[in-house]
């Protein structure tokens, strides 16, 4: 055992103030209404209960009541943090269980506690913590970290996790202790008797068991002890013996005992590797028939999995389950059917199939991972209800079975043994033992007990230890611990014993707190003793004991603590500072043993005293004392003066570990003594204390003497300080802070004797005289050389030297710097480093000047001090490194301290990047330009390299180089905030590189990096928000209420939730969505206006008026199509309301008395159950408004299933909607098995189609299984046959395509190719809607294979394109093959087919599976086959619609041949009919004008496709000439009868659509005008089918609100084929030719690409101008095109870059070349596109020509503008909060302001130019030159610090200019401000020189300068604006020169610039002869 380091006895610390400490969960448990605290009230009389302490009362009950109850009370506390705002909120966690009740709790010292959560569970709790467990996420290898709460019980886990999710695992054994770690919870089991009987013999069970997350296996741990012999192998944790006693996360360690051998271990705790796993579970050697051949593994599984029930508690509330007693072997009914009768339903549900969703990571395919973590919580609850994985026995092959789970009742477990299990589990978790506390010790005496407490603790300089309290013992053993190079080492070197009776951590101050066995608390830092802490009114029996006791049970061997060690320094104490109180208390117990404090009871009542400690947050902890209450303390921090911080840190890291060790010791106990000292003292206590241990006389030197008076003396201190306690009064603490005692703490032993002999005759001059020439008679003030840290003094003043740079590149820090520099330059002077004596002179030349003593040190000491090698004699000067940076100088390295100074480090590193242009700076860490210190350099690293900057080969483009530093800078957490604390000189350089990135920053840049760059557009685009979401946390912003003027009965619509903003931007000028509105709405009741001739009678009149009433309703019910597009994605429900559905109004008013005309009243017939298709339209439109990115979940979809029956078909509606917007997915499979079985078909088959577009090319097996129960021909051909309505079928057909789409999935298109021509049965199946079934086989094929044109792998035996030709022309039909032979065997007895095809029936199908299989493959064969025949004859064969369907399939095959216009669009109708026509011939002029019509149509409906979304001008004037024409065609009456009205106005709906599809979104007038005409045409003709065309067109032209528009990729084309098929249906139940539920598909097509910008300011939408690129293509060049936004973009893919155009608003680029992913997620938000107006500028709303802006004022004469600038417009022009706050409170003429009217116009002018040159931040650096220039001119200056900085601001000034006007440009400084300021610092230096050329002189010959202040301090300027180098010690002198060039030779090698130089030529050159203006130039030339 190594012996403790170092101790100091005799002082003492004050403790900061005592509260008294109750846990806050007893608290709140006394109010919480469980069982026990009701049954406390019913055992109190009322009386009692009000009196007015009832809380009293209720106490005393408690404990007469329940003293079991009150055993079982324990709780923990942690540290918790939370940011609250910018800091962090630092607070206590109090986890407290009592009962059944664990209370979660959180304070913070501020605030008082609050319940956090309270969980009250069914049985007592055993134990509960907090614990982490990682949750890997799917994508990436990084984990999530869930937080949770995990309370034990006897028979199972319960996990709460922060996020809200419950889990409960059952425990399969009994638990005796669970541990939290790294990986999740450490379970120990508990070693019940019948372990011997069970374990056959050699093979222990197992005792530690892991659980890596709630829904995981428990797994038993293995482990890997360091054996004598390298063989050590691989086992189970199993030996009984075995106890962790703690466990740990960083590092992950975990501490166990062994309780035979009584010692304890150290383990590291990880993931078990493969290799390990294989170990452990290698196959069994012996033969497996063998009774007990089995292996370990094999029959610990079994084990578990069955007797586990044995020794837990019966199931509470199962009746009739005895719980089994611990002997009893029988496993009879008891132990396996006692989980599974209370679990039985959901273990069935659990192991379901373990295949599907079996853990990422688990091994081996376990039933309990069944349940994988994907469910929501509600599903996990039973989740690990083991009685799936280990109650089972092994008769069952699988673990369904469970009820018979035994053969025989009476079986015994011997019996089991015998069949051999084969899966064991897999353990996750392997502890491998990294020490062991040495065996010798338990020779001598009695062994060891287990360790009470174990923690880890680390001392001031770092060092790490683990701590073990053995109580027996009263020993706190220490061990050191250091991690080795890979981490997951730790090297354990020494062991160390304290004597302890308790002690505990304290985190953040690197201590522990150690009580010891008389009582007396002791603070260490590691193993080095501290000092005594004194806790105010709690007088312990300390003094009067260990004055005569020494410790009395020391061991022997403990040489750690010196017997008697201290005494005669407590007597002192005690009479010196310890007065009256404490003698009183002495007590004759000096015969007592120490345990007799706890026997002898009258000394308990007498005094309190500590009896243990507990529950360590940071520095506060609680005492527990003998009267049983319980109070906290929190204990002093070293420092909180951030000064005195950082300069103990520097100490720390230069000096050796021991050394610094003793100081940090020492200033802790000296700063800390009771009594105390305040702030404002600190930092004179630490100078004082700090030169007394270098071995200084502090009271010697005037300037520490000084300091010794103010800290006793000053009233405010001493008051603040005295605080009242209970154990002493105030006068104690008076003579406490008497002077007398911190002189002779200052005067201890330890820094050696006081030099007395030193006599103060100290000289006043300011340079000293070399020691060589001072006689020892003149002594000076002389160190002590034998100070603790005399040999250490150059080193530290190094390191000062260094902290002091950094100090002063910290605005917020340059106060503290001047207490800095008195230390330092004493020490400076005393070192006889005069260079350094001459930096802080030019820094604070008046402080400097004030200070005149010099202390001795004797030349044959100096030896003694270790000069580092880094101490050199020229002083590093940061300020003076940075311009000879921007001067382009060579540079030697500058050194710092790592960690220490960071922002030097920081600085440096970005000049060297910026200005220098080295792009390697910042890539590693040993940069050539930063010398690191490490402590212990003797000798120079490496010879330093100069380097000049023309060495730099590279130069990149500046503008690099300025995102280069922006990026690192933000890369190494470097903020504005940061920013404006740097001096203004300094910070120049990178506010331009901040300006320079703003102007064209990368769109992909990080949030961190635009917050620093000041582009807040660019930082919220960073964050995710859509416009609802912001709307929530902005209020006022993107508002989505619908307008105020609505009526009432106008809410219902369904059509209130579009955006009105972004809608009333994109359409300004006119009502057009209101129009939409009024078009689409169904919910009121329509205008039927019939006028009654006289000849007709009242009763035919109302016929009349319901006759129309149903046309009118034939529209009505076609109306919801359009509006599902229109209002697309539109709303975000509330969770908590059902979504609203307008209602499909039918009725209508007859004017003028508005009388209600009613469908129903029996006069007319009306079409049975008509309703029932525009209902479920309904629904569906009422569930597309739902935005995709909504919060729906399984049970609000079921929440929303109507009450009412005649509602279920707009529910189905509802599903099919919930499927295209993709939240079907979260409908639990239960519920979608619980619609189907309704059997309502409605219901099914919007099901159906929803589930499969939500799983859109998934080829999901559980979807594909729930659609081929509805498809006969995918269900095996002797199956039941299923009774499925035919739409069902239909249904489910798409669906199958869906959800295949585009996979070329063999089976499914074999089976989708045969079922186009699916014969008819002979029992009238598949009789009715053929037409409808064989298009939808049709598009599913297409769609299984779609695009995949002739390369479908493996289908070329099927011939799919001839068979599809076949189906299309017609001829004789094929043999079915396979396997639906049987089926089809006997004809239908209905319908004569014979043996050919029957087209009408299979030809639309046909064509469109070409159409899409080939779709876009230019394949000219196939499109060839699709050719409208050429000769009349032919002609005469095809139905015209079918013309159509294959001019559209041939186009959109040949898709790059499409072109917009009429050109291209009647070269599709064949030559015969374009040709003149010869009269001979018989033509039948309805068959050619049908088949033109028809084709053109079909031409047309590819060019809609073809040029979808796209709003491209040529393709809609293409078709709007169509479209006029056949619109002039049919209103003549005559030409419309040849075609036939229907035909024409198939034609023209078809037309409309394309239009409508090529225009999408954009809600082009012109097509509005149309729809809105056919919209009024009610009756005739105009049927439903018309209706449902024309308002789907409306409803595409504003679809989404105009935020959504159509894509053309082949999914897209595919969906818009289903939807927009050509025939539409005749009445509202017609579902022949395809099935209605298929328009909606549409939504499929349909992407976001509408582009907001929205002000980031105002969070408003607005108007900017975007420029749009372009790809080049085989049709255009790349071109480039202006766009007003918000504008919907074109398809990304044929972009090359979309920029938000100036000069209204920051640029901004996104570049698509590289990567589309950004802008699309910009998109799938609403398109929300941030942008910032540009300072000066007015949106475009407020100005549309910019004629109001600030910039526009300037055009007609130069200067005017600042003129013309009035300050109090400024808030029109920016919205920075600053800005304008200066402008009201600087820039207008206010009484305080009249006499500087310069000063205010100045203002004025820096603000006209912060704003126009759209720098806002750049303000406070005009202030400043401006307030150090007039400060200068005033001579006030204090110090030079403000002309460093002129100086870097000049200099970067230069080096801009220098590299020629062309790149003034983008320099921030640009205006004649600087040159004016310059001018002015020019002018004052000078004539303060033409007066003072001689001091100047003398200085620079090295003299004494004159005590004059003011004078001292101009000098000082000028030398520093000057950059005049310190002449002293070199040899070069600059007066004497006999010409110019030796002056510039010499001036060269001091790197004086020569700007400068010319400057001093009147003072160098006055005394020689030359003249004065030298060469004829007059100095003011330069």
Not at 279 to 289: D, N, S
Not at 688 to 703: A, I
Not at 1306 to 1320: K, M, Y
Not at 1504 to 1516: C, K
Request: net charge negative; aromatic share 8%.
């Amino acid at each position: 055992m190594s012996e403790v380091v170092y101790e100091e006895t005799a002082t003492m610390i004050a403790a900061g103030e005592l509260q008294s400490f109750v846990p806050f969960g007893r608290e709140h448990c006394r109010n919480h209404p469980n069982a026990f605290n009701l049954q406390l009230r019913e055992l109190q009389p009322a009386s009692e209960l009000w009196s007015s302490d009832g809380a009293a009362g209720l106490v005393g009950s408690l404990q007469e009541v329940s003293l079991q109850e009150r055993e079982r009370e324990c709780w923990q506390l942690r540290k918790g943090c939370m940011r609250v705002k910018e800091e962090e909120v630092e607070f206590e966690e109090e986890l407290y269980t009592a009962g059944n009740v664990v209370v979660w709790s959180q304070g913070s010292r501020t605030q008082a506690s609050s319940v956090y959560k309270a969980f009250t569970v069914d049985s007592p709790v055993q134990q509960a913590l907090w614990c982490n467990f990682s949750v890997p996420q799917n994508k990436k290898d990084e984990e999530e970290v869930e937080h949770t709460v995990c309370i034990i019980q006897s028979s199972c886990v319960n996990v709460h996790t922060v996020s809200g999710k419950d889990f409960i695992s059952p425990l399969p054994f009994q638990v005796s202790n669970v541990w939290a770690t790294k990986f999740g919870l450490l379970l120990e089991r508990k070693n019940t008797g019948n372990d011997a009987q069970l374990s056959p013999p050699g093979e222990p069970l197992p005792t530690v068991f892991s659980m890596l997350h709630p829904l995981d296996e428990i797994a038993p741990v293995v482990c890997k002890p360091t054996g004598l012999f390298e063989g050590s192998r691989m086992q189970y944790v199993s030996d009984s013996t075995l106890k962790i006693a703690f466990t740990c996360c960083q590092p992950s360690i975990v501490v166990s005992y062994d309780t035979v051998q009584g010692i304890h271990s150290v383990w590291a705790l990880r993931k078990v590797t493969q290799d390990e796993r294989s170990t452990v579970l290698r196959c069994p050697a012996e033969p497996v028939g063998t009774p007990l051949g089995l292996k370990g593994s094999g029959f610990l599984t079994s084990h578990l999995r069955n007797t586990s029930r044995i020794d837990s508690p019966g199931g509470s509330g199962a009746p009739g389950l005895v719980p089994g007693t611990a002997a009893s072997c029988a496993v009879g009914t008891s132990s396996p059917l006692h989980y599974s009768a209370l679990h039985g339903h959901q273990s069935r549900i659990m192991t379901s199939s373990p295949g599907l969703h079996s853990r990422v990571h688990s091994p081996s395919i376990s039933n309990m991972a069944a349940l994988s973590r994907a469910h929501s919580p509600g599903m996990a609850a039973p989740s690990f209800s083991g009685a799936a994985r280990f109650n089972t026995s092994f008769h069952t092959p699988s673990p369904r079975g469970h009820h018979g789970l035994l053969t025989s009742p009476n079986s015994t477990l011997n019996e089991t043994m015998l069949v051999p299990e084969m899966e064991p589990i897999v353990p996750d978790l392997c502890m491998e033992q990294l020490w062991s506390e040495a065996v010798t010790a338990s020779c001598h005496r009695e062994m060891s007990s287990q360790a009470s407490k174990v923690f880890l603790t680390s001392d001031l300089c770092e060092n790490h230890y683990l701590c073990f309290l053995v109580e027996s013992h009263q020993q706190l053993r220490c061990v050191k611990f250091i991690e080795s190079n890979d981490t997951s080492q730790l090297i354990f070197p020494s062991v160390t014993t304290i004597p302890a009776q308790d002690a505990e951590p304290l985190q953040n101050i690197d201590a522990m707190l150690v009580l010891e066995a008389c009582g007396s608390l002791v603070l260490y830092t590691g193993i080095t003793r501290v000092s005594r802490v004194f806790v105010p009114g709690l007088l312990s029996p300390n003094f009067s004991l260990t004055n005569h006791l020494p410790h009395i049970s020391t061991p022997v061997e403990n040489v750690s603590t010196p017997a008697n060690a201290g005494t005669r320094h407590l007597h002192r104490l005690n009479e010196d500072i310890m007065p009256s109180p404490v003698s009183e208390v002495r007590v004759p117990i000096i015969k007592h043993h120490e345990a007799s404090f706890l026997d002898d009871y009258a000394f308990q009542q007498a005094t309190p005293f500590i009896h243990a400690l507990r529950d360590p947050v940071c520095n506060r902890v609680t005492l527990e004392l003998n009267s049983g209450t319980m109070m906290r303390i929190s204990i002093p921090e070293i420092a909180t003066s951030e000064l005195v911080r950082k300069c103990l840190q520097a100490i720390r890291f230069i000096l050796p570990k021991e050394a610094a060790m003793k100081v940090l010791v020492k200033w802790y106990n000296i700063y800390n003594a009771p009594g105390g000292t305040s702030a404002h003292a600190e930092w004179n206590l630490f100078v004082t204390c700090f030169m007394t241990l270098m071995g200084y006389s502090t009271e010697r030197l005037t300037w520490t003497r000084n300091l010794h008076f103010e800290v006793p003396l000053s009233p405010v201190i001493a008051a603040k300080k005295a605080r009242p306690s209970d154990g002493g009064c105030d006068e104690d603490w008076d003579y406490l802070l008497g002077s007398h005692y911190h002189r002779q703490i200052n005067s201890q032993p330890v820094c050696g004797s006081v030099d007395s002999s030193g006599t103060n005759n100290t000289r006043y001059t300011e340079l000293e005289v070399p020691p060589s020439v001072s006689s020892p008679a003149s002594l000076s003030l002389k160190l002590d050389s034998s100070a603790l840290l005399f040999p250490h003094i150059p080193a530290l003043f190094y390191v000062l030297h260094l902290l002091y740079q950094e100090l002063q590149l910290d605005e917020l820090q340059i106060a503290r710097a001047s207490s800095l520099v008195c230390l330092l330059q004493q020490l400076a002077r005393d070192l006889q480093l005069e260079e350094y004596v001459d930096l802080y002179w030019r820094d604070y030349p008046s402080l400097v000047s004030s200070f005149t003593e010099s202390c001795f040190i004797d030349q044959a000491l100096i030896g003694q001090m270790q000069r580092p090698s880094f101490l050199r004699p020229e002083p590093p000067c940061v300020f003076s490194w940075l311009s000879s940076c921007l001067r382009g100088e060579k540079i030697p390295p500058f050194p710092y301290l790592p960690g220490i100074c960071q922002r030097t480090r920081l600085l440096v590193l970005s000049y060297v990047l910026y200005i220098i242009g080295d792009e390697n700076a910042t890539s590693t860490d040993a940069s050539k330009y930063l010398l690191k210190l490490s402590a212990g350099q003797k000798s120079c690293a490496s010879e330093l390299h100069f380097r000049r900057q023309s060495s730099v080969k590279v130069r990149f483009s500046t503008e690099s180089l300025a995102e280069q530093l922006v990026v690192w800078l933000t890369s190494q957490g470097f903020t504005l905030k940061d920013l404006e604390s740097v001096p203004f000189g300094v910070a120049l350089p990178i506010r331009e590189a901040i300006y320079r990135c703003r102007e064209q920053p990368c769109s992909d840049w990080s949030e961190e990096v635009c917050l620093l760059i000041g582009r807040q557009d660019l930082t919220k685009q960073a964050h995710k928000m859509t416009l609802a979401k912001s709307k929530a946390s902005v209020g006022s912003g993107l508002s989505l209420e619908p307008p105020t003027t609505t009526e009432a009965d106008e809410e219902e619509d369904g059509m209130s939730d579009i955006i009105q903003e972004v809608t009333g931007l994109i359409w300004s000028q006119d009502l057009r969505v209101q129009e939409v509105r009024r078009l689409l709405q169904s919910s009121r009741p329509v205008r039927v206006s019939v006028v009654q001739l006289p000849e007709v009678s009242d009763h035919e009149y109302i016929e009349e008026k319901e006759n129309k009433l149903l046309q009118l309703c034939q529209r009505t019910m076609a109306l919801p199509v359009g509006r599902g597009l229109f209002t697309l994605f539109s709303y975000q429900p509330v969770p908590t309301e059902p979504l609203p559905v307008p209602k499909l109004n039918l009725t209508g008013r007859a004017p003028p008395r508005n009388t209600m005309v009613d469908l129903n009243s029996g006069n007319i017939d009306v079409p049975p159950n008509m309703t029932s298709w525009p209902s479920f339209h309904n629904g569906v439109a009422a569930g597309l408004k739902i935005a995709p990115a909504s919060q729906v979940d399984s049970a609000w979809i079921a929440y929303n299933k109507p009450k009412s029956p005649e509602l279920a078909n707009e529910y189905a509606g509802f599903l099919m909607a919930l499927g295209l917007n993709g939240h079907l997915t979260k409908l639990a499979t239960l519920n979608i098995h619980d619609y189907l079985t309704k059997g309502h078909e409605m219901t099914s088959i919007g099901l159906l189609l929803g589930v499969s577009s939500a799983k859109l090319g998934t080829m999901d097996v559980s979807i594909t299984r729930l659609l081929s129960i509805h498809i006969p021909a995918l269900l095996p051909p002797t199956s039941t046959e299923l009774d499925v309505p035919h739409n069902v079928q239909v249904a489910a057909v798409i669906g199958i395509g869906l959800v295949y789409q585009g996979t070329g999935h063999r089976h499914n298109a074999e089976v989708l190719l045969s079922e186009i021509g699916r014969p008819p049965g002979p029992e009238m199946e598949y009789c009715t809607d053929r037409e409808s079934y064989s298009l939808a086989a049709g598009l599913a094929l297409g769609m299984v294979c779609l695009g995949h044109g002739s390369n479908l792998i493996g289908m070329t035996d099927l011939n799919v394109p001839e068979q599809l030709y076949q189906y299309m022309v017609g001829g004789h039909r094929r043999a079915q093959a396979g396997a639906n032979r049987e089926r089809h065997k006997s004809p239908s007895y209905q319908i004569k087919e014979g043996d050919t095809i029957n087209v009408d029936v299979t030809c639309p199908g046909a064509t469109l599976a070409l159409a899409m299989i080939y779709l876009k493959t230019n394949n000219r064969s196939i499109a060839d086959w699709l050719k409208p025949p050429d000769t009349w004859f032919l002609l005469d064969f095809i139905k015209p619609e079918f013309l159509l369907l294959r001019t559209l399939a041939r186009c959109i095959i040949m898709w790059d041949e499409i072109l917009p216009n009429t050109e291209w669009v009647k070269s599709n109708i064949p030559q015969i009919m374009r040709g003149t026509f010869d009269p001979s011939e018989d033509i039948n002029m309805e068959t050619m004008t049908q088949a033109q019509d028809y084709i053109t149509a079909g031409a047309c409906m590819a060019v809609g496709l073809r040029f979808a979304g796209s709003a491209n001008s040529d393709a809609f004037d293409c078709l709007y000439k169509f479209a006029r024409t056949f619109m002039k065609i049919m209103s003549f009456a005559g030409t419309a009868g040849v075609t036939g009205y229907y035909n024409m106005q198939t034609c023209l709906s078809m037309i409309l659509l394309a239009m409508s599809m090529v225009m999408a979104g954009t809600g082009n007038l012109k097509v509005l005008q149309l729809c809105r005409f056919f919209h009024k045409r009610t009756g005739g003709e105009m049927n439903y089918g018309f209706h449902m065309a024309h308002h789907m067109a409306l409803g595409l032209l504003f679809l989404g609100g105009g935020r959504y528009t159509l894509s053309t990729s082949n999914s897209a084309i595919a969906a818009l084929l289903c939807a927009l098929y050509p025939h539409f249906p005749a009445h509202s139940t017609d579902n022949r030719y395809h099935l209605q539920a298929l328009r909606h598909l549409a939504v499929l097509a349909a992407e976001p690409r509408l582009l907001v910008p929205v002000d980031v300011d105002s969070l408003k939408p607005c108007y900017a101008l975007m420029e749009v690129t372009y790809k080049e293509t085989q049709w255009y060049e790349e071109t480039t095109v202006e766009l007003m936004a918000p504008t919907l973009l074109p398809e990304l893919h044929l972009l090359k870059r979309v920029k938000v155009k100036g000069p209204r608003y920051w640029e901004l680029t996104v570049d698509l070349s590289k990567e589309t992913q950004h802008l699309k997620s910009i998109l799938s938000r609403d398109g929300v596109l941030y942008v910032k107006l540009r300072a000066g500028q007015l949106p475009y709303k407020d100005d549309p020509q910019g004629w109001k802006s600030l910039l526009a004022t300037t055009v007609n004469h130069r200067n005017s503008g600042v003129r013309a600038f009035k300050p109090e417009a400024i808030s029109m022009f920016t919205s920075e909060p600053a800005l304008i706050s200066f402008a009201e409170f600087f820039c207008k003429a206010s009484e305080g302001m009249k006499h500087r009217q310069d000063t205010q116009v100045l203002f004025s002018a820096m603000l006209y130019e912060c704003v126009t040159q759209e720098c806002p931040e750049m303000l406070p650096t005009y202030i400043a030159i401006e307030q150090a220039v007039a400060a200068l001119r005033r001579g006030d200056l204090m110090q030079t610090f403000p002309l460093w900085q002129l100086r870097l601001v000049v200099e970067l000034w230069d080096s801009r200019m220098l590299r020629g006007p062309a790149n003034c440009h983008d320099t921030l400084l640009t205006s004649e401000f600087l040159p004016v300021m310059k001018n002015a610092v020019d002018v004052a230096l000078d004539s303060w020189l033409k007066d003072n050329s001689s001091l100047l002189k003398s200085y620079m010959r090295g003299e004494v300068l004159s005590k004059d202040a003011a004078n001292s301090v101009l000098l000082a300027c000028f030398v520093v604006y000057r950059s005049i180098p310190c002449l002293r010690n070199t040899h070069t002198q600059l007066e004497g020169c006999s010409s110019l060039g030796d002056l510039l030779s010499r001036s060269s090698r001091l790197g004086v610039p020569l700007r400068d130089l010319l400057r001093l030529l009147p003072v160098l050159l006055g005394s020689a002869s030359a003249p004065q203006t030298l060469l004829g130039l007059p100095v003011q030339a330069f």
